[in-house]
């Protein structure tokens, strides 16, 4: 099955469905960039598909950084001076700063103010705050019910435990024809939230359940749900050695929400995948924008730090920061939609088929244009006006010269990208193409 054919085949609502639910059904875990519900969601998607699950201990170095200890959480709560619970992480897993350290303690309101976390400007929110590699403790709680904390004495209890553990990710490499690969990544260490974690991995499995069906693939696919930062660290400490077969690269998060799509460029800039998902976006009729490579963001930042500088962008819908849900408690199932779900996986679908289908292509009648109607090419192109079949094979005959490939017949002429490929295709079953191998000019 051809990408094209996926596309065109893909039941939106269903796949929708099946991404929500997933969504849904991981997102009471309290996942951090370790531990069990790390695991957990792992057995999740491998549900899905064949992922390998890799472990990396506590203590290994990689690269400038060293794998953490394991933490887990499994209470944790505050009681006011009337003896009830005012705060409890059974209640929502942001209650409890990630990797809080244990406590059991009393203490005066003002000792307590120390430790709790709230947003003034959204009151009702509960915030989501982590702290990896400074051991202490605190609790977030909306606002406004911060502010009617009377004077007292409150207990503060948190059983949790940091210990010799390890760091786990998942990963899937569904080969291709050659060595060069494609790198998907997506981040799976944030507790309760649906578009900031959640998205990203339903639509990231669902790409790779699609991939898998792909006959003849030209790149090897390689996914990675991985813990942020220290996740890519460690898988880029890990795989120096075959780093340079990344062809294309992209981190995937935020792609539940109906914003449009934002594109953040590799540092290259003008990398094969820059240009891939530029082109797709425009095609696609939609407000999208396109950004320029900054250090700061998701983990593309690994991947693009200047001692491998991949080629490895990041597609989004609304960017992380730019929505008021984001890492509060109103990114839930509700924020995202199955719609939009399904519309980000088309839209990586749309991105892979021009990574597989751009070829460069030598004309093998180049001394002015072959007579294509006694070729019965004129017309054998389905859909579209005649005007613009005639013109996507003169411009693939007229620019197949062996250095232009068909993304550059795209950029240039602004036709639609499957529509050169498709005359692409007829022209060379009608012996008037040759198709160019990797490196032959």
């Known amino acids: 099955m051809s990408v094209t054919e996926l596309l065109d085949g893909l039941d939106r609502a269903a796949v929708g469905e099946r991404m929500h639910a ?7 875990l309290c996942r951090s ?10 057995e999740m998607l491998a549900e899905r598909i064949p992922l390998t699950v890799h472990e990396v201990p506590t203590g290994t170095p990689v690269l400038d950084w060293t794998v953490p200890k394991e933490w887990q959480a499994r209470e944790a709560w505050i009681k006011g001076p009337d003896g009830r619970k005012v705060v409890d ?7 409890l700063v990630s990797y809080s350290v244990p406590v059991h303690a009393r203490m005066s309101r003002q000792e307590l103010e120390a430790h709790l976390h709230s947003l003034p400007e959204q009151p009702r929110l509960i915030p989501y705050r982590t702290s990896y590699y ?22 503060v209890f948190i059983d949790a435990e940091l210990r010799e553990g390890s760091l786990t990710w998942g990963e899937l490499f569904l080969p291709g024809e050659g060595e060069r690969e494609v790198l998907f990544s997506t981040h799976l260490c944030h507790p309760s939230l649906a578009n900031d974690n959640l998205s990203g991995i339903s639509v990231m499995t669902e790409l790779a359940a699609a991939l898998a069906q792909l006959s003849g693939r030209r790149f090897g696919y390689r996914f990675l749900f991985i813990p942020g ?9 890990g795989n120096e050695e075959r780093v340079d077969r990344i062809a294309a690269g992209l981190v995937a998060a935020n792609l539940g929400d109906g914003g449009p799509f934002h594109y953040k460029q590799s540092r290259q800039g003008d990398a094969f995948i820059d240009r891939a998902v530029a082109r797709v976006l425009a095609e696609s009729g939609r407000p999208f924008e396109v950004m320029r490579f900054v ?23 609304t960017p992380w920061g730019r929505y008021p849900e984001y890492h509060t408690s109103a ?36 001394k ?15 859909g579209g006006s005649a005007k613009e079949r005639e013109l996507a094979l003169l411009w693939v005959l007229n620019q197949s010269d062996g250095a232009q490939s068909l993304l550059d017949v795209a950029e240039r002429s602004g036709l639609p990208f499957r529509r050169l490929a498709a005359a692409a295709r007829d022209l060379e079953a009608a012996s008037l193409l040759a198709v160019l191998a990797e490196g032959e000019s």
């Open 22 to 28: 997933l969504v849904r059904r991981a997102y009471p």
């Open 33 to 42: 960039i370790t531990g069990p519900a790390v695991r957990q969601t792992l």
């Open 89 to 95: 992480f059974a209640e929502h897993t942001l209650h």
């Open 134 to 155: 400074r051991e202490t403790w605190g609790f977030c709680l909306p606002h406004a019910r911060r502010e009617t904390l009377p004077e007292g004495e409150y207990e």
């Open 229 to 237: 930062t220290i996740g890519s660290i460690t898988w880029l400490a």
């Open 295 to 317: 250090p700061f963001g998701y983990d593309e930042r690994q991947f693009c730090s200047p001692g491998f500088n991949l080629p490895v962008g990041s597609l989004t819908r």
């Open 331 to 366: 990114d839930d199932p509700g924020f995202v939609r199955p719609e939009h779900l399904a519309g980000s996986l088309a839209t990586y679908l749309a991105v892979v088929e021009v990574l597989e289908g751009d070829r460069r292509y030598r004309n093998l009648l180049p």
């Open 368 to 382: 002015g244009e072959p007579q294509l109607g006694r070729r019965g090419l004129y017309g054998s192109l389905g």
